[in-house]
């Protein structure tokens, strides 16, 4: 008969429609899968009770891909269908993967999308597809487990990483048929594990030393929402190279000077993983040389001794996250450390000494991010009886309008959490200007034009002011599910006009990576474009400002000034019809000069006539 | 008849309840839906109901309402895996039928 879970008050589930949910950790070089039964979150084991899958993936010609242990050793004999670390891959170009290209075995095909494709004796496969491949043996694994199809996972994700990351991720995910409630952040999963978004608003420390990278964040927890405030980390830091610097240390004490054989370099590397490990709780062990009949001791002083310089190259990006942030030590609430490497005494030593504080430790640093995601899948999935965790959702592309000039002016910026509101004034740019045209526009791009164009609405009914003087302020509104209002609201009036939109609508995944691409690879000529256009748009103002002048005030020009104005207008006209904004900056100039005395009579008229007829003692205070 | 619990069931809900903080200990229920006509209750008790029967097994406090008693009288709950799968199960001796996945049943 069928195995049930203890639920919480009031919860039970109608029978076949249990909400199974996961928390996954999909790692570089190990993933995990994690869920909540009876109210407890714990990390899934496969048959043969491993909780840590390696993330590495062989293909076959002929029959389907095998993913874990079984792929690893399998490494050295068939490097090149056996992927690892496909997680540095994700959402990247092929650009990118060219630059760190030449630690990587595989065989690169560029296809016509930009998308790296690696050959494999199975196919052609993408870091997405091969992604999936990891995420399928979890959700199989889980599915046993839990006696039922999942409804949705929560998976992790480096909080550096970029949308095109996210993207690659969620689309991994969706090829293995699992439907992704949301990407949160490692260090955020961490400190759900611990359970320190229940606590009130303060910072924390997320320390993650694995296998072949480290990562440090700072979080600020507000009304219950994390916030990342700074990240930083080496990508190339990890257990893995302890793991080298013991080898060195085993082939120093070898006889000879023989340069070891790959075969040989594995298996020292194998042993020095075991003494290292072995270490965490004993003071000494004592190492075998296959083959060679030599044994060495390690003691744990001398392993700190070796792994010191590792340990102490982590603590640069902790200084530098840190003074990123802008806060000092006693402002840091708790330190949580995730990461294997993290068990060594040693590091926890280290990361005490350097916070002033000791570490929360007691969950496993190898499964506390994925207990984490398991946590909130479990809120997400409706198993609570309150949501107690508010959701945490970013916007993929920036979202803004369009000025006058064609320029964008962001109201939010790319990955601000959701839900979020901004609101801003702007003013109107004509005298007696009645109507606005919004232009909502999403991007990363200086130009309107070069951005994606959402919805456009106008409002009408802006009392006639001079220019700069209609005040209307324009609110975006994001919702959690990335539903996005625009309304615009003249402030002497009241009036209001609103747009509702869906941002990321019509976008597809690739579109989204292109336009990030596109940001980055065009942001110099952007920012030309966008100083131009700045520059185009001031010529305009005042050009129309002096002829209203001039129109109006005629008899305060001395002789001879008009012409003077005239001809300054004239070499504006020209210099703005031209695209260099210094020649335009510098006609400016000239300009405004030459109208400075005519501009000066008028205010003085313009006084005159406000007080004309009343007595002086009406202006005391 | 008393609910009872196995010595592996109560090790088991003793440390859930003590990984969730709260809780006085567990509901066993039968409510009426599934494809059989009756589904379990199994839930944490924050709070019991005044007609609940209490009873005690394994040092774990067992809540019952009056009418689920009626179809659970004498069960005994048992702890196991199956595969990777692993939870609670109800062995009760009223059961005449159950669905083809066990979820619920007929008495």
Known sequence: MALLQISEPGRSDVPHERRLAAGIDLGTTNSLIATVRSGIAETLPDAAGNHLLPSVVRYFPDRPPVVGIEAIEAAVVDPLNTIASVKRLMGRGIADIQRIGNRLPYEFDEGDTGVPRIRTSGGVRTPVEVSADILRVLKDRAEAALGGLLTGVVITVPAYFDDAQRQATKDAARLAGLKVFRLLNEPTAAAVAYGLDRKTESVFVVYDLGGGTFD?????????????????????????????????????????????????VRGLLRVARQA?????????????????????????????????????????????????AGLVLPQIAEVVVVGGATRMPRVREKVAEFFGRPPLTDIDPDRVVAIGAALQADVLAGNKPDAEMLLLDVIPLSLGIEMMGGLVERLIPRNSTIPVAKAQEFTTFKDGQVAMA??????????????RSLARFELRGIPPLPAGAGRVRVTFQVDADGLLSVSARELTTGIESQVVVKPSYGLTDDEIERMLRESLEFAHEDVAARTLREQQVAADRLLQAVAAALVADLDLLVP?????????????????????????????????????GFAARRMDAGVRRAVAGRHVEEFEP | MPITLTEVAAERVQRFLKGRGKGEGLRLGVRSTGCSGKAYVLEFVDQANPEDLVFESQGVRVFVDPKSLVYLDGTELDYG???????FRFNNPNVKGQCGCGESFSV
């Open chain 1, 216 to 264: 440090v964040s700072v979080l600020r927890l507000t009304q219950g929402v994390f916030e990342v405030m700074a990240t930083a980390g080496d990508s190339a830091l990890g257990g893995d190279d302890m793991d080298a610097t013991i080898a060195r240390w085993l082939l120093e004490g070898r006889a000879g000077s023989v340069d070891p054989g790959p075969g040989e």
């Open chain 1, 438 to 451: 919004i232009h909502v526009v999403q991007g990363e791009r200086e130009l309107a034009s070069d951005c």
């Open chain 1, 276 to 324: 290292r490990e072995r270490l965490t709780l004993e003071e000494a062990v004592e190492i075998r040389l296959e083959g060679t009949g030599v044994t060495r001791t390690l003691t744990r002083h001398e392993l700190n001794t070796l792994i010191d310089p590792l340990i102490e190259r982590t603590l640069g990006p902790c200084r530098r996250v840190l003074r990123d």
């Open chain 1, 560 to 596: 001879g000034e008009r012409e003077t104005i005239e001809h300054a207008m004239g070499a504006l006209t020209q210099a703005r019809a031209q695209t260099d904004p210094e020649a335009i900056r510098k006609a400016i100039a000239v300009l405004d000069r030459v109208t400075q």
């Open chain 2, 81 to 87: 895996k199956e595969g990777l799968n692993e939870g």
